[in-house]
């Protein structure tokens, strides 16, 4: 779950013992290098040995994060590295395995991937680098680039509508939903530790820029002016509010989220939607949020955990299944196996 | 029981070495169950045999239909038996339908039983018999001894008064068709009485109408005079020892059990469901006692990734499929192959392309095993030849797999992955030993470790995540010759190709030599054979070899590489004949390497080679 348990560090590591003999080399500007430097930054406050951390990549810029973090990685193929992923878990549960992953390489190509290993539920940790497009290949849309969107592969807009991935992972039954953002270097820390901490798999959704083929996809959540009021941090337990002095608030009305202004009469801090990460259909509306500007255009876009859950891990359940056969059968001799219950003897 | 008991009425013995019966019905007939029972009683006695199970595609196709035939035929007998024979003795039909489509194989004067039931109007309008057509009654099967018997009615008379549904008095009528062949192959029910009462143990009423339907037919052959012959069939002269019967896929399974014991290693199976390979998954997941981590993936990309992780943290890791299949993971094993981690990769052939014949035998995959990746990427190929020869042959592939570092191809197929063989099961220590170890020491003196530094097998050192010390990534592109970093240099990747291929090759030192099935050296024709048509070949060969002829039958386990004296063991026959299920495919792999005239004989019907067929050409060559 979200709330921080302190674990004994076993050995001192720093961000230096994660930075491999090897250049990075995304562009200039990218956003992946905040995400890199965030997760070099603090990984050594986690407790987990050097050698027991295995980064699973697909392929895409974000996948050759890998190479950047030294430790045990594999840099695998479009798609599968949650299927990769999952057969590590399986049969190493002790490791704590992370997938990067991209917007193409989750959501189009591996698509189904991404969805069964949420619903599984394995103990992993799956950051999605959401920049809007394809980036290695030089620029096509991609599953979560918006209605219109004008790309190499797109000349006149694309056609399609796109994802919205905290949608997506809710509806797989992820039990743990979450988002941040290149430009909010502790926000994405604070994050990046929940979803370490969060037994079961952990989905977090990070907006990335890519300063050569989608430029300031997100700007409008960080910049000065605009940051306040399109952009809402969730807090456990605390009234959604935001605003340049914080003073709007978010009403429920039914199932349909209000903006208000708290600085009107009558509207009170106390009367505001709290934020509760086990409330399954409120963190659906929240991830419905950004798809509802056209109806709602004062709602903010929220950041932070949107829904978490405890719920058994595929890779506990399976050594637990394991230890009652063993208990209850024994553990036999291979030769039982080789014969079988039924022989004969022949001469 | 095997000896003729006294029985009420006068009959002839028919003493025989070998007798083939086929037990054909719809698919709700319980005919598999029928045949398996009759088989395991058959081997239990002491016989040696072979079946061969013929599902219809569909799982319920509509009862009484020719697509809904469900056909097991089981060739047993004293002597040693290698396929489950061209033709038939025995014809069990439960209806119209089955008859229609079964008639054809069963040898002129042979004997025909049938569920008088099975025939009404219905029935033999669905079986596609003209208007009025009944062949029971026609003189069509003059030509053969029929014996026509209500089931239906003699199990339902049988169990009247226990209360049944008409369902579960339906449901019995197999067991009173098998009472019936107990009776007249002189075997003792008892095997399938104590089966009966285990499957039914929770549901007593339906174990003693089984038990019922079961006496009632063995009842029926020994008082009703309708029956004029009875078989009697000899101890087999088997090599002594204790045995077991054993299907393929279920040989599959415990080989990768007994490899996982053997090497230390834990054992992961990512499979997703396919006709025929299911029974691989199946099998597999009752072993949770011997920690065996089963994996039904979302698909067959997953299965294969997901295996591919297991392996890359240490287990002996393996996905099962079939054509569609492995066509999904190739790009997968291709990572496998840059990673040079240990996979074993089963692929259960079944007819192509497409979804082809997802119940029918084939072995159209060989090409696809040995080139069906992009880029430079052989694998070795392995092949069993009968259901359990599939021990043997897996265990093999998990060994080369874990002690050379590499994925390798299993074709087994679908005729001997359903088809089962008595087995004289090896003990844990007849097994030859899987030797891993994994490397937890850097093996530079300079201190940083080279994961592509290889040994004298030319494989490449297996390191478990979470070994301190050693901490290094792996991938899919290029990598530098030892140090696996990222390297797109030119030189570099043709040194990384070549020694990728080189040391599949090696893999030639390691297993042995090819030897002569049967026959001997330079005989004037030798017969090539791979896979699932060794029993057939061979029983060609035995028979003759008896007879005078100068052949030879070679086999292939290893398809890549392979054996080292191969090319010139081949080049000593005079005719060399390459019988496949398929289009031609090994032939192109012997051509292509030993630049040998092979001749190909070629059945893609989704059935095995009738010795027959095979006899037939061979002797045609021996003539020429
Ligand atoms: S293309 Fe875009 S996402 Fe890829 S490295 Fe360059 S800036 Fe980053």
Redesign the interface.
């Known amino acids: 779950m979200s709330e921080i348990i302190e674990v004994p560090v076993i050995e001192k590591l720093t961000s230096k013992d994660f930075v491999?003999n090897?250049d990075v080399k995304w562009c200039p500007g990218c956003g992946d290098y905040s995400v890199l430097k965030q997760v070099h930054t603090i990984f050594p406050e986690l407790g987990v040995?050097?050698?027991?951390f295995?980064?699973?990549c697909g392929i895409g810029c974000s996948s050759r994060f890998?190479?950047y973090v030294?430790?045990?990685?594999?840099?695998?193929?479009h798609g599968?590295a949650t299927?990769?992923?999952?057969?590590?878990?399986?049969?190493?549960p002790?490791?704590s395995v992370w997938v990067v992953t991209g917007d193409g390489d989750a959501l189009s190509i591996g698509g189904?991937?991404f969805i069964?290993i949420l619903r599984k539920n394995f103990d992993i940790n799956i950051l999605l680098f959401n920049n809007q497009i394809y980036g290695l290949t030089k620029g096509q849309y991609s599953p979560t680039s918006e209605t219109g969107k004008i790309t190499k592969s797109s000349p006149y807009g694309s056609v399609e509508q796109p994802f919205n991935p905290a949608e997506l992972a809710l509806g797989a039954k992820a039990t743990f939903v979450s988002r941040t953002l290149d430009r909010d270097p502790k926000h994405m820390q604070s994050i990046l530790k929940k979803a370490y901490y969060h037994k079961g798999a952990s989905f977090v959704e990070i907006y990335q820029n890519c300063p050569v083929f989608n430029d300031g996809a997100f700007f409008i959540f960080t910049d000065k002016e605009t940051k306040k009021t399109e952009s809402l941090f969730l807090e456990e337990g605390k009234p959604l509010v935001f605003g340049v002095n914080n003073d709007r608030g978010i009403k429920l009305d039914g199932f349909n989220p209000v903006v208000v202004d708290l600085n009107e009469n009558g509207n009170s801090v106390n009367d505001l939607w709290i934020h509760d990460e086990k409330d399954r259909i409120k963190a659906n509306i929240l991830a419905g949020f950004q798809d509802m500007k056209d109806t709602n255009p004062d709602l903010p876009r929220p950041f932070g955990v949107l829904y978490a859950v405890d719920k058994p891990t595929y890779e506990d359940a399976?050594e637990e299944?394991?230890a009652r056969?063993?208990s209850k059968?024994?553990?036999?001799?291979?030769?039982k196996?080789?014969?079988?219950d039924?022989?004969?003897?022949?001469? | 029981m095997d000896t003729t008991e006294p029985t009420l009425h006068k009959f002839d013995v028919i003493e025989a070495e070998s007798v083939v019966v086929r037990f054909s019905g719809d698919s709700g007939d319980g005919m598999q169950l029928t045949g398996t029972q009759f088989t395991d009683t058959t081997a239990f006695l002491g016989k040696d045999l072979s079946t061969f199970p013929e599902f219809p595609a569909e799982i319920r196709a509509p009862a009484g239909t020719l697509a809904g035939v469900s056909g097991f035929q089981v060739h047993f007998g004293s002597k040693e038996i290698f396929t489950a024979g061209d033709t038939y003795d025995v014809l069990v039909a439960m209806n119209a339908a089955a008859l229609g489509n079964d008639l054809k194989n069963l040898k002129k004067g042979g004997i025909i039983i049938t569920n008088t039931a099975g025939f009404d109007q219905k029935n033999l309008r669905l079986a596609e018999y003209p208007e009025g057509v009944n062949p029971l009654e026609d003189g069509s099967l003059a030509n053969y001894q029929v014996y026509k018997i209500d089931v239906t009615r003699l199990t339902k008379d049988a169990l009247k008064d226990m209360g049944l549904s008409n369902k579960d008095i339906e449901r019995s009528k197999n067991m009173f068709v098998l009472g019936v062949l107990y009776w007249m192959f002189d075997q003792s029910p008892d095997y399938t009485l104590t089966f009966i009462k285990e499957k039914f143990s929770k549901n007593p009423l339906i174990a003693e109408a089984n038990i019922k339907a079961l006496k009632a037919g063995l009842n029926y052959g020994d008082t009703t005079e309708i029956f004029t012959t009875r078989f009697k069939i000899n101890h087999s002269n088997l090599p002594t020892g204790t045995y077991r019967s054993i299907t393929g896929n279920h040989a599959t399974a415990i080989a990768l059990v007994a490899a996982s014991e053997k090497s230390g290693l834990p054992l992961f199976l990512g499979s997703y469901p396919i006709t025929p390979a299911s029974d691989v998954l199946h099998e597999l997941s009752k072993y949770k006692e011997f920690r065996v981590r089963s994996f039904q993936a979302e698909d067959e990309i997953a299965a294969v990734c997901s295996a591919i992780g297991a392996s890359y943290g240490g287990s002996l890791a393996v996905t099962s499929t079939s054509g569609p299949g492995m066509s999904l993971k190739t790009e997968a094993m291709g990572l496998a192959l840059m990673l040079e981690l240990p996979l074993v990769v089963l692929n259960i052939q079944r007819g192509g392309p497409s979804t082809g014949l997802p119940t029918k035998t084939e072995q159209s995959d060989l090409l696809q095993a040995m080139y069906g990746r992009h880029g430079e990427s052989p694998l070795p190929v392995l092949a069993s030849n009968s259901p359990a020869d599939c021990f043997y042959t897996v265990y093999e592939a998990c060994k080369i797999a874990a002690e050379h570092m590499t994925p390798v191809i299993v074709l087994n197929d679908g005729y001997i992955a359903n088809g089962s063989e008595p087995w004289r099961f090896p003990t844990e220590e007849d097994l030859e030993p899987i030797s891993v170890s994994f490397t937890t020491e850097t093996n530079n003196k300079d201190g940083v470790f080279l994961p592509y530094k290889r040994d004298e097998k030319l494989s490449r050192p297996w390191v478990k995540p979470g070994t301190k010390g050693l901490e290094h990534r792996i991938g899919g592109l290029e990598r530098e010759n030892e140090t696996g970093d990222i390297s797109y240099e030119a030189e570099n990747h043709e040194i990384m190709v070549k020694l990728r291929a080189a040391k599949i090759e090696k893999i030639a030192d390691y297993i042995p030599l090819q030897t002569i099935d049967t026959g001997k050296e330079n005989a004037k024709v030798c017969i090539l054979g791979w896979g699932s048509t060794y029993g057939s070949i061979k029983s060609v060969s035995l028979d003759l070899i008896k007879e005078g002829y100068d052949v030879a039958h070679i086999h292939l386990r290893y398809l890549n590489p392979f054996p080292k004296n191969l090319g010139e063991l081949l080049s000593g026959f005079e005719t060399i004949l390459i019988p496949e299920m398929n289009n031609g495919q090994l032939i192109r792999l012997i051509r292509d390497k030993y630049l040998l005239p092979a001749i190909g004989l070629n059945k893609i019907k989704g059935l095995p080679f009738t010795t027959l067929e095979i006899r037939e050409k061979v002797l045609e060559l021996l003539n020429k």
Do not use: C
Request: aromatic letters at 8%.
């Open positions: 491999p090897q040995k050097k050698e027991d295995v980064f699973v890998t190479f030294d430790s045990y990685g594999m840099h695998s193929i599968r299927a990769i992923a999952s057969g590590i878990k399986a049969s190493r002790e490791l189904n991937h069964h399976m299944q394991i056969v063993i059968k024994g553990k036999p001799a291979l030769d196996i080789l014969s079988g039924k022989t004969w003897v022949i001469g």
